[in-house]
């Protein structure tokens, strides 16, 4: 679980005022993410694409972060005329795409990020060197 503070909720005192805007702490987990993009689809007549479509659309965003990576930290140059963008926002972008697919899938990320990370941790246990600090 990802611990989030969330500043835009309005929150009523005792004498009925709105008080804004208040600092909370909550979890999120991947189900919860799942469970927004699923309630932001589900206003459309057409939920979920195909899982190609979704699988090309992950791709164009891809390689948006691909170029704003290369923009910053590669030998290619930004043109005068291009935005700049958040290197966060393209990843949540592509991360938006890839609960899509897992939605219209019925995969549960949770579920699959536990086996994923006990894999990383059985599996590739001895794989690299330990830093200093975890020994």
Wanted: charged share 30%; with cysteine; glycine share 2%.
């Amino acid at each position: 679980m990802t611990l989030v503070k969330h500043h835009r909720r309005l929150h009523v005192n005792s004498d009925n005022n709105f008080i804004y805007p208040r600092t909370i702490l909550f979890f999120m987990t991947l189900k919860s993410i799942q469970d927004d993009v699923d309630k932001f689809v589900g206003q459309f007549e057409v939920t979920y694409w195909e899982p190609l479509e979704i699988m090309a659309h992950i791709t164009e965003e891809t390689g948006e972060l691909a170029r704003e990576l290369n923009h910053r930290f590669g030998p290619k140059q930004k043109k005068s005329t291009e935005d700049v963008k958040e290197v966060g926002e393209e990843i949540s972008d592509m991360f938006f795409s890839l609960c899509c697919l897992a939605n219209s899938l019925n995969i549960d990320l949770d579920a699959e990020w536990k086996k994923t990370m006990d894999k990383c941790y059985t599996r590739d246990k001895n794989r690299f060197k330990k830093s200093q600090k975890t020994q």
